[in-house]
């Protein structure tokens, strides 16, 4: 008899092998155009389970979180617009400035909570929003053309089989790494500051210590998406700052399930695969999509990976 947590385990594994199958699946079929549409779907995966770390574990409702999805992009499109082309420049220094721009950010978000905290991290979205728009050497609201992807010796992220590779092994380390992470003595902390953080505090450990430095490994993260994020589209806009892309990243989390990292995953090929589908059937697709999630969250309080597996979880911390 498997336990619920083999299950759950068992089934991100089969999620895993079908993304990994992906590929050659659709070059068969003679539809290779849809690797694109894979490709965004696990870099948007990855963004949403780096939200999640904050989110469902740490209890961080982040309406700025595509901030540094943006950054990420945006210091690959700076480096190359100086004819910086190698690929490890490329996403070390977006990791780097994206864990400095997440720790300047949570150096003073986290010390708030609840509606405050929405808020707070909303207005420092907003703006690194404004700023992007306001630089017009690099586009302002126009966007930045990118001449080429990043150089990564014989690998060639302009084959789209390749960049969604990349992004896979991406997606699988950061999955593996954050696993380990949220069931450590750091996750059970920061699990237990989300249930209840004067108690925490009463104990000896300090809140602001462990919360601040999920803000930053999670805003790391992010920043490794957009720097694929920039690879795919060879173009990268303030758009990818906007609030309205948090909002995205944040309902690919709820939808799937908060607390569960595969659940973000989930929540981002359902998510973005509707986007899709819909928007080609109908220019209000929106209409269609917000009352399929009104029902998700209505009917399935732990997401879609709580619905398919036939119970009802309170999402958060549950795995």
């Given at each position: ?5 083999s ?11 079908a ?55 945006y ?94 092994c ?18 059970m ?7 209840n953080?004067?108690r925490?505090?009463?104990i ?69 695969s ?46």
């Amino acid at each position: 008899m498997l336990t619920s947590a083999s299950r759950h385990g068992l089934a991100t594994l089969l999620l895993l092998v079908a993304l990994a199958l992906l590929p050659p699946a659709l070059n068969a079929l003679g539809e290779p155009f849809y690797i694109g549409l894979g490709t965004r779907v696990l870099i948007f995966a990855i963004a949403a389970v780096s939200l999640d770390l904050i989110l469902g574990y740490g209890g961080m409702v982040s309406l700025g979180h595509a901030a540094y999805l943006g950054v990420g992009a945006y210091t690959v499109g700076i480096l190359s617009f100086y004819g910086v082309q190698n690929g490890f420049v490329h996403f070390l220094s977006a990791a780097a400035i994206s864990a400095l721009v997440a720790l300047a950010i949570g150096a003073n978000s986290v010390r708030t909570t609840g509606i405050h905290f929405i808020m707070i991290s909303l207005a420092f979205g907003q703006m690194l929003y404004y700023l992007a728009v306001s630089v017009s050497q690099f586009g302002g609201d126009d966007g930045l053309n990118i001449d080429a992807q990043s150089a990564f010796g014989g690998l060639d992220l302009g084959d789209p089989t390749s960049l969604y590779y990349v992004s896979f092994c991406i997606l699988v380390v950061v999955l593996f790494g954050l696993d380990r992470l949220v069931n450590s003595r750091f996750g059970m902390v920061l699990r237990a500051v989300k249930s209840n953080e004067p108690r925490v505090r009463t104990i000896g450990f300090s809140p602001y210590r462990y919360k601040l430095t999920a803000f930053v490994i999670s805003g790391t993260i992010c920043g490794i998406a957009g720097a694929l994020l920039a690879n795919q589209n060879l173009f990268i806009s303030p758009a990818s700052m906007h609030w309205g892309r948090s909002g995205e990243i944040l309902i690919m989390t709820i939808l799937g399930g908060m607390g569960t990292l595969s659940g973000a995953v989930v929540g981002s090929v359902v998510y973005i695969s509707l986007e899709y589908f819909l928007s080609r059937l109908t220019e209000h697709w929106q209409a269609v999509m917000g009352p399929l999630i009104v029902l998700v969250v209505l009917f399935a309080g732990g997401g879609l990976v709580a619905l398919l597996a036939g119970r009802r979880v309170a999402g958060a911390g549950s795995r």
